[in-house]
T-cell receptor, first 116, second 114 residues
Framework: AQSVTQLDSQVPVFEEAPVELRCNYS??????LFWYVQYPNQGLQLLLK??????LVKGINGFEAEFNKSQTSFHLRKPSVHISDTAEYFC??????????????FGEGTQLTVNP | NAGVTQTPKFQVLKTGQSMTLQCAQD?????MSWYRQDPGMGLRLIHY???????DQGEVPNGYNVSRSTTEDFPLRLLSAAPSQTSVYFC?????????????FGAGSRLTVL
C-alpha cells in the first residue's frame, strides 16, 4: 500500500512571493506522481505529473515540481504567486502498472491563500 | 464538449432517505470513479468501474451502491442516508486506468444529511 502526506494543511503567502507546497509519499513499489489543483467550488484539475525521465517537471500556470526518489518527495514550487493561485492543492500517487485505479492515493490537501 | 457532468450540485437529505447522484461523461472513457472529499482527509475512493458492467469497491464503499449499464453513466446510490455521509462527492473519469492517465473531474455534488 502507499500513502501520501502533505506536510502543510494551510500556506498563506503574499502576492509575488515564492511558494513551496510539500508532499512526501511512502510506497514499496515505484509510483507515478501527480499534483492536482482545486479552485473554489470546482472539481480538481491536473497541474502536473511525473512519469519518468527528468526529475524536474513543469506544469501549468508557472508551477513546477521536483521528484526526489531518495527522500520520497514531490514538492511543488512557484517562484512568484498571484492572487488567482489561491486554491487547494492535492498530491497523488499511483503504482507503476496499476490498471484498475483503485490504488490512486491522494494526500490531505494544502490550502494556498495568496494575499495582496 | 461537456466533460464530466454531475447532478445535483447541492442536496439536503434527512437521515434514512435515499437518493442517487448522477454522473455522465461524453469522452468515451472506460474508467469512472466516485470520490468523497472531507476536510483534512483529501479524496477517498468509494467505488470505481473499468467498463460497462464492471464495478468494484474502493476504500470507503459502505452505504453506497453503483452500477454501470452504459459507458457514459455511473450513478452513485445512497440507500439510507446517514449524517456521516455529509460530504462533497466527485465523479472522475479517464480513458483507461493505466497509471499515466489523468483523471477528469466533475464539479462536485455537495450533500448534507440532517
Amino acid at each position: 500500500a502507499q500513502s501520501v502526506t502533505q506536510l502543510d494543511s494551510q500556506v498563506p503567502v503574499f502576492e509575488e512571493a515564492p511558494v513551496e507546497l510539500r508532499c512526501n509519499y511512502s510506497s514499496s513499489v515505484s509510483v507515478y506522481l501527480f499534483w492536482y489543483v482545486q479552485y473554489p467550488n470546482q472539481g480538481l484539475q491536473l497541474l502536473l505529473k511525473y512519469l519518468s525521465g527528468s526529475t524536474l517537471v513543469k506544469g501549468i500556470n508557472g508551477f513546477e515540481a521536483e521528484f526526489n526518489k531518495s527522500q520520497t518527495s514531490f514538492h511543488l514550487r512557484k517562484p512568484s504567486v498571484h492572487i488567482s493561485d489561491t486554491a487547494e492543492y492535492f498530491c497523488a500517487v499511483i503504482p507503476f502498472g496499476e490498471t484498475s485505479g483503485s490504488r490512486l492515493t491522494f494526500g490531505e490537501g494544502t490550502q494556498l491563500t495568496v494575499n495582496p | 464538449n461537456a466533460g464530466v457532468t454531475q447532478t445535483p450540485k447541492f442536496q439536503v437529505l434527512k437521515t434514512g432517505q435515499s437518493m442517487t447522484l448522477q454522473c455522465a461523461q461524453d469522452m468515451n472513457h472506460e474508467y469512472m470513479s466516485w470520490y468523497r472529499q472531507d476536510p483534512g482527509m483529501g479524496l477517498r475512493l468509494i467505488h470505481y468501474s473499468v467498463g460497462a458492467g464492471i464495478t468494484d469497491q474502493g476504500e470507503v464503499p459502505n452505504g453506497y451502491n453503483v452500477s454501470r449499464s452504459t459507458t457514459e453513466d455511473f450513478p452513485l446510490r445512497l440507500l439510507s442516508a446517514a449524517p456521516s455521509q455529509t460530504s462533497v462527492y466527485f465523479c472522475a473519469s479517464s480513458y483507461s486506468m493505466s497509471g499515466a492517465n489523468v483523471l477528469t473531474f466533475g464539479a462536485g455534488s455537495r450533500l448534507t444529511v440532517l
